[in-house]
């Protein structure tokens, strides 16, 4: 394979490998690879891959996604999604970017989503951290 989704397939320790199935909620940190079967939810501050015999049915919130083999669900990523040549999907996914490839396979809704720039998350932050403003010292409320 080659292209950033071949990379990251190479890179990612895998965490459910072929015969394995896991049910429920998975989070982490980093890179991770299913190539067994998993349902249920993901979260992850980092890069999922799906590989080309993974079978995903969940709801996923990460960073990247990478899809080789099989997903089913609902994903959100706040980076990028990217379906390889072998990538069968359904289901919904939302990003600021999308990368599919010749030959891959979707059906769903896909949504283009604008990611914030950094000036944006700060002033956010500041707005967040700022006191709310009450009744006035020494009034009373109605």
Request: hydrophobic letters at 45%.
């Amino acid at each position: 394979m080659s292209g950033a989704g071949g990379d990251r397939i190479a890179e990612a320790p895998t965490v459910i490998d072929a015969g394995a199935s896991f049910e429920g909620l998975l989070t982490f940190r980093g890179s991770a690879r299913i190539d067994g079967v998993l349902s249920g939810r993901v979260i992850a501050d980092g890069c999922l891959v799906i590989g080309p015999r993974g079978r995903v049915t969940a709801t996923i919130e990460v960073d990247e996604l990478v899809v080789a083999g099989e997903f089913e669900g609902e994903a959100s990523a706040r980076g990028r999604v990217e379906l390889l040549a072998s990538a069968r999907a359904a289901g919904r996914l939302r990003a600021p970017t999308f990368s599919l490839a010749e030959g891959c396979r979707f059906d769903g809704q896909w949504e283009t989503v604008v990611q914030p720039s950094q000036a944006e998350l700060e002033a956010l932050a500041e707005r967040a951290a700022e006191p709310l403003e009450g009744p006035a010292e020494g009034a009373s409320a109605p």
